[in-house]
């Protein structure tokens, strides 16, 4: 029976949608939309885009399964269902990437973690990577301040400049009228005497 609903082209049991051609011939989805050219394999006639068997599909979800970890008799309909929740389904450490070869079933593995050098430095390490974070935002900020400020000390020295230099240029004139109210004085101190 098993065998029969197998796709022809990749020889195993379709897990999602079954395609046929008009003369009943199925092919999994995969294998389906890769036919290229667009003819059935077996019989050589043109296939659809899609043309679901409902039937195929619903024959193939009910065979029966059997989980290989836990061994819990189901149909392969309800497989994906089980194997997230199958407390035989071997699961990696959480610290897999961190270099920890471990791999376990589910009721292991917190007891592993607990006591997983890898697992206990990544938890050591998660408060420092995120304090690391925010200083690196921190600074990020902190610089952008620095820029904003030294641009306003740039324009605050200009402004200082101008001023200064009408300053000066204020004094000039004002030593020249001095001089001139000097020159002036003694003028007058000439003609009087
Ligand atoms: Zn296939
Ligand atoms: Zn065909
Ligand atoms: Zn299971
Ligand atoms: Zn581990």
Same mark, same amino acid.
């Given at each position: 029976?098993?065998?029969?609903?197998?796709?022809?082209?990749?020889?195993?049991?379709?897990?999602?949608?079954?395609?046929?051609?008009?003369?009943?011939?199925?092919?999994?989805?995969?294998?389906?939309?890769?036919?290229?050219?667009?003819?059935?394999?077996?019989?050589?006639?043109?296939?659809?885009?899609?043309?679901?068997?409902?039937?195929?599909?619903?024959?193939?979800?009910?065979?029966?399964?059997?989980?290989?970890?836990?061994?819990?008799?189901?149909?392969?309909?309800? *497989?994906? /269902?089980? !194997?997230? #929740?199958?407390? &035989? =389904?071997?699961?990696?450490? %959480?610290?897999?990437?961190?270099?920890?070869?471990?791999?376990?079933?589910?009721?292991?593995?917190?007891?592993?973690?607990?006591?997983?050098?890898?697992?206990?430095?990544?938890? *050591?390490? /998660?408060? !420092?990577? #995120?304090?690391? &974070? =925010?200083?690196?935002?921190? %600074?990020?900020?902190?610089?952008?301040?620095?820029?904003?400020?030294?641009?306003?000390?740039?324009?605050?020295?200009?402004?200082?400049?101008?001023?200064?230099?009408?300053?000066?240029?204020?004094?000039?004139?004002?030593?020249?009228?001095?001089?001139?109210?000097?020159?002036?004085?003694?003028?007058?101190?000439?003609?009087?005497?």
């Amino acid at each position: 029976m098993a065998e029969a609903l197998e796709c022809p082209v990749c020889l195993t049991l379709p897990e999602g949608e079954v395609h046929q051609c008009h003369e009943g011939h199925c092919y999994c989805a995969d294998c389906w939309h890769r036919l290229d050219p667009r003819l059935c394999p077996e019989c050589r006639q043109p296939v659809p885009q899609a043309n679901r068997s409902r039937a195929t599909e619903r024959a193939i979800a009910a065979l029966e399964w059997r989980c290989p970890h836990c061994g819990e008799a189901t149909t392969r309909g309800t *497989m994906a /269902a089980h !194997l997230d #929740v199958c407390p &035989q =389904q071997p699961i990696p450490c %959480t610290a897999a990437m961190a270099g920890c070869g471990w791999v376990g079933v589910l009721a292991e593995q917190v007891a592993h973690e607990a006591a997983c050098p890898f697992a206990i430095c990544l938890r *050591m390490m /998660a408060p !420092l990577q #995120v304090e690391c &974070q =925010q200083l690196r935002a921190e %600074t990020q900020e902190l610089k952008a301040e620095c820029q904003e400020l030294r641009g306003r000390v740039r324009a605050l020295e200009g402004e200082v400049e101008e001023e200064e230099g009408g300053r000066r240029l204020m004094r000039r004139i004002d030593d020249d009228s001095g001089d001139d109210d000097d020159e002036a004085e003694a003028e007058a101190a000439v003609a009087g005497a």
